[in-house]
């Protein structure tokens, strides 16, 4: 991989400031899932050198606890000035290790630097209250203090993002953090912490703890450690759920974004050419791999046949390919076993009366990891595809009659993450846009990310919420201070 600052392109874990090997010389492979070649060969980190890396974290607390919010805040936007200059590499790295198209990653990395900058600012306005005591000789305020040493575990879909919407927030609170990224994409995350140190981050403050054999026992450290006050994860609902179990032995904070399934609904007086334009977009970014795609459409009767032919002429257009390139307008997925999930949804679907409009296979001619980009039309609610995220760029059409039976559709699931919806009645936007059992619901648009905006779920879709003025909450503990006064 060649790039404009070879520097950045780091082959060691980074531990207390300093690049390490494993301590036993044990490494693993980092795949290209275009080419299914080896990119890179990272240290395997145990359990002992995470330790270390919590130890160094303690010594980081007491610096950027000293450090003011503004201080913290131009650390911030040094690193996001770092990042932007460095996009075209970051966008390198990412297009190589995760497998997405180069603009796609370029557009990743804007996201990631915009969360630097914005909790640039948010840390200053992290202010306390005086509250009215009920007694008279009492005064009480409250301050808000960093919660302390915060551990870490991205997923490998937005590699830089996952990073930076977690870790700005932190730092700007005043927690240092130890991070362990996806085994599938740890050259990203080194790259920011590279940058990081370059934009002076203490020793310590940002470990970047790099395994994929001692995943488990690691992750333990991050969610049991008795000096690590809070542990923030991204990926699976089921992996959620047991690394929150794990907290529970030592009391810690916890932030979850896990796993949709999100439901795109079109009513009969939707603007079409929009709503076929948002669905594309939100469907088949990152080869349909992120957590708030459009995993179900529902489309109502009266526009259903318009939308498939309009869906199914775009799709045709989509070019699949290589991220590295530049006609490639969708990548592989990130593993050979992504797409074989693929295929068994539309197989599923399929025997369950669907009608393959588009694609539907495999395209071993590119790779192992490639799938079509797929249509299916008439799938049954009882279909695998509608009762589970598919992570695929797989876009599987519902047809339905009315608002009510379509808000129970989209409502009969465990989880609750994101949903959307196109119509131009204001009444129903309302009244759909309150009955959807989600945290995150797009109105009229396929694209709800946004830093100024919070993210995150309800149900089995996780706890707490990142970006916004709300994200460097969750890394804040409040304390009351009740003053007596004498009259």
């Given at each position: 991989?060649k790039?404009?600052?070879?520097?950045?392109?780091?082959?060691?874990?980074?531990?207390?400031?300093?690049?390490?090997?494993?301590?036993?010389?044990?490494?693993?492979?980092?795949?290209?899932?275009?080419?299914?070649?080896?990119?890179?060969?990272?240290?395997?980190?145990?359990?002992?050198?995470?330790?270390?890396?919590v130890?160094?974290?303690?010594?980081?607390?007491?610096?950027?606890?000293?450090?003011?919010?503004?201080?913290?805040?131009?650390l911030?936007?040094?690193?996001?000035?770092?990042?932007?200059?460095?996009?075209?590499?970051?966008?390198?790295?990412?297009?190589?290790?995760?497998?997405?198209?180069?603009?796609?990653?370029?557009?990743?990395?804007?996201?990631?630097?915009?969360?630097?900058?914005?909790?640039?600012?948010?840390?200053?306005?992290?202010?306390?209250?005086?509250?009215?005591?009920?007694?008279?000789?009492?005064?009480?305020?409250?301050?808000?203090?960093?919660?302390?040493?915060?551990?870490?575990i991205?997923?490998?879909?937005?590699?830089?993002?996952?990073?930076?919407?977690?870790?700005?927030?932190?730092?700007?609170?005043?927690?240092?953090?130890?991070?362990?990224p996806?085994?599938?994409?740890?050259?990203?995350?080194?790259?920011?912490?590279?940058?990081?140190?370059?934009?002076?981050?203490?020793a310590?403050?940002?470990?970047?703890?790099?395994?994929?054999?001692?995943?488990?026992?690691?992750?333990?450290?991050?969610t049991?450690?008795?000096?690590?006050?809070?542990?923030?994860?991204?990926?699976?609902?089921?992996?959620?759920?047991?690394?929150?179990?794990?907290?529970?032995?030592?009391?810690?904070?916890?932030?979850?974004?896990?796993?949709?399934?999100?439901?795109?609904?079109?009513?009969?007086?939707?603007?079409?050419?929009?709503?076929?334009?948002?669905?594309i977009?939100?469907?088949?970014?990152?080869?349909?791999?992120?957590?708030?795609?459009?995993?179900?459409?529902?489309?109502?009767?009266?526009?259903?046949?318009?939308?498939?032919a309009?869906?199914?002429?775009?799709?045709?257009?989509?070019?699949?390919?290589?991220?590295?390139?530049?006609?490639?307008?969708?990548?592989?997925?990130?593993?050979?076993?992504?797409?074989?999930?693929?295929?068994?949804?539309?197989?599923?679907?399929?025997?369950?009366?669907?009608k393959?409009?588009?694609?539907?296979?495999?395209?071993?001619?590119?790779?192992?990891?490639?799938?079509?980009?797929?249509?299916?039309?008439?799938?049954?609610?009882r279909?695998?595809?509608?009762?589970?995220?598919?992570?695929?760029?797989?876009?599987?059409?519902?047809?339905?009659?009315?608002?009510?039976?379509?808000?129970?559709?989209?409502?009969?699931?465990?989880?609750?993450?994101?949903?959307?919806?196109?119509?131009?009645?204001?009444?129903?936007?309302?009244?759909?846009?309150?009955?959807?059992?989600?945290?995150?619901?797009?109105?009229?648009?396929?694209?709800?990310?946004?830093?100024?905006?919070?993210?995150?779920?309800?149900?089995?879709?996780?706890?707490?919420?990142?970006?916004?003025?709300?994200?460097?909450?969750?890394?804040?503990?409040?304390?009351?201070?009740?003053?007596?006064?004498?009259?």
């Amino acid at each position: 991989m060649k790039l404009s600052d070879q520097s950045l392109l780091h082959l060691k874990a980074l531990v207390n400031g300093e690049w390490v090997a494993a301590s036993d010389g044990s490494t693993f492979e980092v795949i290209d899932p275009a080419t299914s070649a080896c990119i890179a060969v990272l240290p395997e980190l145990d359990v002992a050198q995470c330790n270390e890396a919590v130890d160094g974290a303690a010594a980081a607390a007491v610096q950027l606890k000293q450090l003011t919010s503004k201080e913290r805040g131009a650390l911030l936007r040094r690193w996001y000035d770092l990042v932007v200059a460095a996009r075209d590499d970051l966008s390198q790295i990412i297009t190589a290790e995760n497998g997405k198209p180069l603009v796609e990653a370029q557009g990743e990395v804007t996201y990631a630097a915009d969360f630097l900058e914005w909790f640039s600012g948010v840390g200053r306005w992290k202010s306390g209250m005086v509250l009215d005591a009920s007694k008279s000789e009492n005064r009480v305020v409250t301050i808000k203090q960093p919660v302390g040493i915060c551990g870490i575990i991205t997923p490998w879909n937005f590699p830089a993002a996952m990073i930076t919407r977690k870790v700005a927030a932190a730092i700007a609170a005043g927690c240092p953090c130890v991070v362990k990224p996806a085994a599938e994409t740890p050259l990203t995350a080194l790259a920011l912490a590279e940058l990081g140190r370059r934009a002076g981050l203490p020793a310590g403050a940002l470990s970047i703890i790099t395994t994929k054999k001692n995943t488990i026992s690691v992750g333990k450290v991050l969610t049991q450690h008795p000096q690590i006050r809070k542990f923030s994860f991204t990926g699976s609902t089921a992996v959620g759920k047991l690394l929150a179990a794990q907290c529970t032995s030592t009391m810690k904070r916890v932030s979850l974004e896990l796993g949709g399934n999100a439901p795109f609904i079109v009513f009969d007086d939707a603007e079409l050419g929009h709503a076929v334009d948002a669905v594309i977009a939100s469907k088949f970014r990152l080869s349909g791999q992120t957590c708030v795609c459009a995993n179900r459409v529902y489309v109502q009767a009266g526009i259903y046949d318009r939308f498939a032919a309009a869906i199914v002429d775009k799709v045709q257009n989509i070019k699949l390919g290589p991220g590295n390139d530049p006609k490639s307008n969708i990548g592989p997925l990130i593993t050979p076993s992504a797409a074989l999930k693929v295929l068994r949804h539309v197989e599923d679907a399929v025997e369950l009366g669907a009608k393959v409009l588009v694609g539907g296979k495999l395209a071993l001619n590119l790779g192992e990891a490639f799938f079509q980009p797929t249509v299916l039309g008439y799938v049954s609610p009882r279909a695998q595809c509608a009762k589970e995220e598919t992570f695929g760029p797989l876009l599987p059409l519902t047809r339905f009659e009315t608002e009510d039976d379509v808000v129970h559709l989209a409502n009969s699931t465990e989880v609750g993450l994101a949903g959307y919806f196109f119509t131009e009645n204001l009444s129903r936007a309302w009244r759909v846009a309150e009955a959807l059992e989600v945290g995150m619901v797009g109105v009229n648009t396929g694209i709800i990310s946004d830093v100024a905006s919070p993210f995150g779920g309800i149900k089995e879709s996780g706890q707490g919420r990142e970006g916004s003025n709300l994200g460097i909450e969750e890394y804040l503990e409040v304390k009351s201070v009740t003053f007596r006064i004498n009259y």
